[in-house]
């Protein structure tokens, strides 16, 4: 069958406007996604636009009013933190500084993040933004001991190392890598470990259920300690030098599990099946209470 000609021009037509409109997407795609962080970032930031303006090294600071005699040693040890985090975690800071804002109290957090009843954290990482709770709101502590209980044990370098997993990936990883990751920072530089009744290893996720939505899955605890426990074993592959290979390939867009095979010579499966054989044989895994 012979077209018409004015029936050939028209799927002419259609064909370069289908191609300036892919043209479009791919130019604007980068930029739009910029926008929506921006966005973000403003949304969740406009929530402490009454806070006072503290500069640090490293940070924009925001603080509550109540807690500006606070402000000094907070800054320090958040720039004292970024230190050790680069020490581990080698990184270039961008030109402009990531904001720290010190939430007052977990009613103020949970209206930042439009949480309901029974959620709670102590700090947060949301878009180029570090949120901690006020060691003065630490009601679990004595007064006196609030302070140097922050300092031992808060959530600055966890917080700070999702920053910095950002910054050098682009987003580039799954979830449960992230948390696992900033809990080995957050071990290696203060001890800490978050362990519970609910979170020994006798029982544990399967791979595909942390990857599907990790902050809904019902056991947070076991979630939590099975992401270091997998982080953890990469770490005793090739040390602090392999995750910082694997970040250096997630910063070039190469997926993570091309980027682990790349790596560690593992892929998807034998990645699962080599943690489980490694981390059943260090009771570590199956405490149900923190270490004293």
């Not at 978050?194 to 939505?213: C, H, K, R």
Request: charge should be negative; proline fraction near 3%; aromatic fraction near 14%.
């Amino acid at each position: 069958m012979v077209r018409a000609p004015h029936c050939k021009n028209k799927s002419y037509n259609y064909l370069y406007i289908t191609l300036i409109l892919m043209l479009a997407v791919s130019l604007l795609l980068p930029h739009a996604a910029v926008a929506w962080r921006a966005g973000q970032a403003a949304v969740l930031r406009s929530h402490y636009a009454g806070f006072e303006r503290v500069e640090s090294d490293y940070f924009h600071i925001r603080i509550n009013a109540a807690d500006s005699e606070l402000a000094p040693r907070l800054a320090q040890e958040a720039d004292r933190v970024v230190g050790e985090v680069a020490k581990l975690l080698p990184h270039i800071h961008k030109t402009d500084k990531p904001w720290l804002i010190i939430a007052p109290d977990q009613k103020t957090l949970k209206a930042a993040f439009s949480w309901g009843e029974g959620t709670g954290a102590l700090g947060v990482y949301m878009v180029d933004t570090l949120t901690i709770l006020s060691p003065s709101a630490w009601d679990w502590v004595t007064k006196e001991k609030r302070l140097e209980v922050f300092l031992a044990e808060g959530p600055l370098a966890h917080e700070y190392t999702h920053y910095v997993l950002d910054l050098r990936t682009g987003g580039n990883y799954p979830y449960w890598f992230s948390e696992g990751l900033a809990q080995l920072v957050e071990y290696k530089l203060n001890g800490y470990e978050w362990v519970e009744q609910d979170s020994s290893l006798s029982d544990f996720y399967t791979l595909a259920e942390l990857e599907s939505d990790f902050t809904a899955l019902d056991r947070q605890a076991l979630a939590y300690r099975q992401a270091l426990s997998k982080v953890s074993y990469l770490e005793s592959l090739r040390g602090m030098e392999g995750l910082n290979d694997l970040l250096d390939d997630l910063g070039r867009g190469i997926s993570f599990y091309q980027a682990l095979s790349e790596i560690y010579g593992l892929d998807r499966g034998s990645f699962t099946e080599q943690w489980q054989s490694w981390f059943r044989q260090d009771q570590r895994w199956f405490l149900t209470a923190s270490r004293k």
